[in-house]
Nanobody, 120 residues
Framework: QLVESGGGLVQPGGSLNLSCAAS????????IGWFRRAPEKGREGVSC????????YYADSVKGRFTISVDHVKNTVFLQMNNLKPDDTGVYYC???????????????WGQGTQVTVSS
């Protein structure tokens, strides 16, 4: 099970730190991705981390502003989002794929999502 948290309403230029807590399995051998779905837009892969393959990924739209990290003790993945823009608005999902490098395109497990709204 994957459970996201940390979403909310923030003004442009603000920050949020999303969390994705895994239970029932260890993240150590998985690639973990963050995806978002904005209104009237398709799903977009935002970021990914794979310790098993030593790889990370950031979409061009978030490079330099978002940072992905994983805490294997807490079995949790984080997405630190800084300098948020209105275009970052959407539902953010974490998802996993076993023993894969980044980016992932067909995850096998998904969380329920957390809403991020960037607006003044």
């Amino acid at each position: 099970q994957l459970v996201e948290s940390g979403g909310g309403l923030v003004q442009p230029g603000g920050s949020l730190n999303l969390s994705c807590a895994a239970s029932g399995f260890t993240l150590r051998n998985f690639a973990i991705g963050w995806f978002r779905r904005a209104p009237e837009k398709g799903r977009e892969g935002v970021s990914c981390i794979s310790d098993s393959h030593g790889s990370t990924y950031y979409a061009d739209s978030v490079k330099g502003r978002f940072t992905i990290s994983v805490d294997h003790v807490k079995n949790t993945v984080f997405l630190q989002m800084n300098n948020l823009k209105p275009d970052d608005t959407g539902v953010y999902y974490c998802a996993t794929l076993y023993y894969s490098r980044c980016p992932i395109t067909s995850p096998d497990y998904w969380g329920q999502g957390t809403q991020v709204t960037v607006s003044s």
